[in-house]
Each structure stands twice: as C-alpha cells, then as structure tokens.
C-alpha cells in the first residue's frame, strides 16, 4: 500500500506510482518550477523525484511515515527548500524547523519562509546542535541530507537531543561522501549496521534511477 498522510496524493498507474503530489499551500506558486494540477477544484505541486530524495524514496516503496498536518519537522541540510516546500505542504498546521549552515543558500529559503509561514529557517551546523537547541522543539520527524562524511554522527546527535520517543527519522546516504573508495552497497551496508547500534527499526530504500549511489534510510525506535 503506498503512503497513507495528509495532504499527498499518489496516481497509481499499472499497480506502479505514477505521480506523487502535494496540495498547494500557496495556491498558484510554484518553487523550483514543478508542475500545478487541478483536482477536486484543489491545487497539487508534482514532487518530482529526480529533484528531492524524499519524493524519491517514496516512488522506491517508502510507505510508513506517521505525519499529521500539525507535526513538527527538524530538517538538517534544508538547501534552498525544494524538498521542505513539499513538507511545508504536508504539515500545513505544524512547524519545519530548516537547518542550513550556508548563508548563501539560506537566503533563498528565508525568501520561501516568507511566504510559508511553516517553516523557520536557521543558519546552522547540524554537527553542532547546541547551537539551535533553545529555538528547535521535540520533532515527529528528523530528516538529514547533509552529504558529510560523519553523517550517522550527525543523525544521532540530532535524534538524541531532538526526536520524541515515537518519532521516525530518515536519513539520505550519498555512498561517495562517506567513502570513495567503497562500492555504494559496501557503505550502505556499513551506514545500516552503525544505525542498528542506535535504533530498534531501519528500512533501507536504494535511490536509484532517481538518484545514483544514493540510499535513504528509515529509522526508529532510538535506543536511550
Ligand atoms: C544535498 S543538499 C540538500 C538538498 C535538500 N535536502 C533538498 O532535498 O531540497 C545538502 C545541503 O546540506 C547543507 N549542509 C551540509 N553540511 C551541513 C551541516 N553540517 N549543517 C547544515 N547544513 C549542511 C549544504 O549546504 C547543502 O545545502
């Protein structure tokens, strides 16, 4: 069964996903130039998976995620926010709380917080979390896509300090930036069993076509 949340709608086609959208929260605007369709007179954003990993993993089977529309997100690595606006779409009544540590990146993402008034743009190291543990809350969901070699370091720094107890957490593995040297499946399986140390539950989802040499990882129930 494909995912179940508010505000996502996915056009099978063939018993295979087709499109997967989410409901305009600013009706007429698009952000990174992704399509607008009408239905039931509501406005959907196409969540394009060659442009966000999420959208991505979603297409590659990715089909438990407990959001609500009042869920609070923590999102390490939010770059310019293609995928955060499809979140921001998601969880209409809640909070994004978009941590980007390039101040040049970062404008872009104020200038889209302007308009989405879901999401709280923070210019940040998510390697060091104490630098935002006084704004950031407790969150339903941490997603990271930071592209660092210490990436599970990073997670689980977050996950400790940030996740509620029956929260999940997702985090996006580019093989290269973690190890060159290593085929993509060697440093998967490396990333799987250092997240086992730390969590009850993971779920691997191979990226590929959409994203080459890239894997996104479910994960919950931390171990405290
Ligand atoms: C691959 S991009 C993220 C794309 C984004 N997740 C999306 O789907 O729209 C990685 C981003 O993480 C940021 N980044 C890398 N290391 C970081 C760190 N330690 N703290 C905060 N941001 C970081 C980079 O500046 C970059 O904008």
């Known amino acids: 069964m494909p995912l179940d949340i508010p505000n996502l709608k996915i056009i099978e086609k063939n018993n295979r996903i087709n499109q997967v959208l989410t409901k305009n929260l600013i009706p007429g605007e698009s952000v990174y130039g992704e399509k607008l369709i009408k239905f039931n007179k509501m406005e959907y954003r196409v969540w394009d998976p060659k442009r966000s990993k999420l959208s991505a993993a979603i297409f590659k089977g990715l089909h438990t995620l407990n959001l609500k529309r009042d869920s609070t997100i923590l999102y390490l690595g939010a770059a310019t926010g293609t995928t955060v606006s499809h979140l921001s779409d998601i969880v209409d009544k809640g909070i994004i709380f978009a941590i980007e540590f390039s101040p040049f990146v970062l404008y872009n993402l104020v200038l889209l917080a302007e308009k989405r008034k879901n999401i709280l743009p923070i210019l940040a190291d998510a390697n060091k979390p104490d630098e935002y543990y006084n704004i950031a809350l407790a969150s339903d969901l941490i997603f990271q ?63 590929e076509p959409f994203e080459k040499d890239h894997a996104l990882f479910y994960c919950k129930g931390l171990k405290y």
């Not at 509620?164 to 973690?178: D, N, Y």
């Not at 990333?191 to 969590?199: A, Q, T």
């Open 145 to 207: 896509d930071v592209a660092q070699p210490n990436q599970v370091e990073i997670f689980v720094k977050n996950a400790r300090l940030f996740l509620r107890p029956e929260g999940e957490a997702l985090l996006s593995v580019k093989s290269r930036s973690i190890d060159v040297s290593l085929k993509p499946g060697k440093v998967f399986h490396k990333v799987n069993k250092e997240l086992s140390k730390y969590f009850k539950e993971i779920k691997q989802y191979n990226l």
